[in-house]
């Protein structure tokens, strides 16, 4: 029996109730360690997917290996600054290709027998292939043995693929989160959006299921006890939820912008001046986590490792090249030293609710039916999906 089939599905139709009525995802679903195999294939690989950043890839002709839920893939930026995301496996004999990320000169060459392909995937050469000095075969067509490409799309920052090859265009899938920010940035805010090359990640390493790390996300309930010093400007009352298709989270009306010397980052140009105080925080279904506010935006890609752990991969944005002078140094340190607090205060809850849900006297809890919205919209979208994919 599969760790999918001894989810009952019962359970699974009982998160997938309408609020009042429904329970959390049952304990096996974040306990379990193979279910993270299933999840991949039953909940990541249907849709759009984070799985690194194109910032990490700072110049054309660049490589970088990442692992994904088990996957050896590798994302790519090729001479003319296109972003590609290959099975980083060798067409021989299945070696791993690439193991370190850093710039390439020409062709990426596998370790085994040499084997090189260009940076768009394309087989190139295979010494000796034919015999010692034959470097070719008639019956050998290079062009079908290219690396394994991904459907990929760059947004925010964010490479997300679609392992399947399957769902709707990223266009589409990312349409109603960019039409619900067309309110503050625009059409193309997002093209101001810059990154610091030496500083402006952060990585968290937690003891908890990715869908922890989701749910504590998508909900401002725990405010005054979590984030007492957040919470002391920022009160759940000022709070509001967001939730709409594959998207959930909330929205403050009180951010207060980094303020230095008087003065503060530079801002969105288009982003409304009685809206600066806005600012929201919303999850792309399965596992990137945004913020946007009038003077920064971050990115989290939640790579899942295993059923308990999960790290967090952090990068902060500011908006056009000013921001990123030295004059503005003291308020972009601020301004990431805040987020590190408060995504510090929220690794002992999703550790500890990990821990409890071994515990067999909690069965999926329940769901405040005011303040817990957004995370329940979350459990049903992931119960939808596995409820579906047994179909
Ligand atoms: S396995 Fe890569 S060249 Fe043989
Ligand atoms: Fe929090």
């Given amino acids: 029996?599969?760790?999918?089939?001894?989810?009952?599905?019962?359970?699974?139709?009982?998160?997938?109730?309408?609020?009042?009525?429904?329970?959390?995802?049952?304990?096996?679903?974040?306990?379990?360690?193979?279910?993270?195999?299933?999840?991949?294939?039953?909940?990541?690989?249907?849709?759009?997917?984070?799985?690194?950043?194109?910032?990490?890839?700072?110049?054309?002709?660049?490589?970088?290996?990442?692992?994904?839920?088990?996957?050896?893939?590798?994302?790519?930026?090729?001479?003319?600054?296109?972003?590609?995301?290959?099975?980083?496996?060798?067409?021989?004999?299945?070696?791993?290709?690439?193991?370190?990320?850093?710039?390439?000169?020409?062709?990426?060459?596998?370790?085994?027998?040499?084997?090189?392909?260009?940076?768009?995937?394309?087989?190139?050469g295979t010494p000796h292939l034919g015999g010692v000095g034959v470097h070719s075969v008639d019956?050998?067509?290079?062009?079908?043995?290219?690396?394994?490409?991904?459907?990929?799309?760059?947004?925010?920052?964010?490479?997300?693929?679609?392992?399947?090859?399957?769902?709707?265009?990223?266009a589409d899938y990312i349409a109603p989160l960019t039409a619900r920010w067309q309110q503050f940035v625009g059409t193309d805010g997002y093209d101001l959006m810059r990154r610091e090359a030496d500083s402006g990640s952060v990585m968290l390493d937690v003891a908890c299921n990715w869908k922890l790390a989701v749910e504590n996300y998508c909900e401002s309930y725990h405010l005054p006890w979590v984030h007492p010093g957040l919470n002391s400007y920022s009160r759940i009352q000022d709070h509001y939820h967001i939730m709409f298709g594959d998207f959930a989270g909330q929205g403050t009306m009180v951010y207060n912008l980094s303020e230095t010397a008087g003065t503060s980052l530079p801002t969105f140009p288009d982003w409304p001046a009685e809206k600066t105080k806005?600012?929201?925080?919303?999850?792309?279904?399965?596992?990137?986590?945004?913020?946007?506010?009038?003077?920064?935006?971050?990115?989290?890609?939640?790579?899942?490792?295993?059923?308990?752990?999960?790290?967090?991969?952090?990068?902060?944005?500011?908006?056009?090249?000013?921001?990123?002078?030295?004059?503005?140094?003291?308020?972009?340190?601020?301004?990431?030293?805040?987020?590190?607090?408060v995504f510090a205060e929220d690794v002992g809850v999703v550790e500890g609710m990990q821990a409890g849900r071994v515990s067999p006297g909690f069965t999926g809890g329940v769901f405040s039916p005011v303040l817990d919205n957004p995370t329940h919209h979350f459990n049903k979208w992931v119960a939808d999906k596995l409820i579906a994919s047994a179909q």
């Fill in 278 to 341: 806005e600012a929201e925080y919303i999850t792309v279904f399965p596992n990137v986590l945004l913020g946007i506010q009038a003077d920064h935006t971050f990115a989290i890609v939640l790579e899942p490792v295993a059923n308990n752990r999960t790290l967090e991969h952090l990068r902060i944005m500011y908006v056009g090249d000013e921001a990123m002078t030295d004059a503005y140094k003291p308020h972009r340190d601020a301004t990431l030293e805040s987020w590190k607090i």
């Fill in 139 to 170: 019956s050998f067509k290079c062009e079908k043995h290219g690396m394994k490409e991904i459907r990929s799309a760059v947004w925010f920052d964010v490479v997300f693929i679609n392992l399947d090859g399957q769902a709707p265009t990223f």
């Fill in 1 to 124: 029996m599969s760790s999918f089939e001894r989810i009952p599905m019962a359970d699974l139709q009982a998160a997938s109730q309408p609020i009042e009525e429904a329970r959390g995802l049952p304990n096996g679903v974040y306990n379990d360690p193979t279910f993270l195999a299933e999840e991949r294939d039953r909940v990541f690989a249907n849709t759009w997917a984070g799985i690194g950043f194109a910032g990490d890839l700072p110049q054309p002709g660049y490589v970088k290996p990442v692992t994904f839920m088990g996957l050896p893939l590798v994302i790519m930026r090729d001479k003319e600054d296109q972003i590609r995301v290959f099975h980083n496996v060798c067409s021989h004999r299945g070696m791993i290709v690439i193991n370190d990320a850093g710039p390439v000169t020409g062709s990426v060459r596998c370790p085994y027998h040499s084997w090189t392909y260009e940076l768009n995937g394309n087989l190139k």
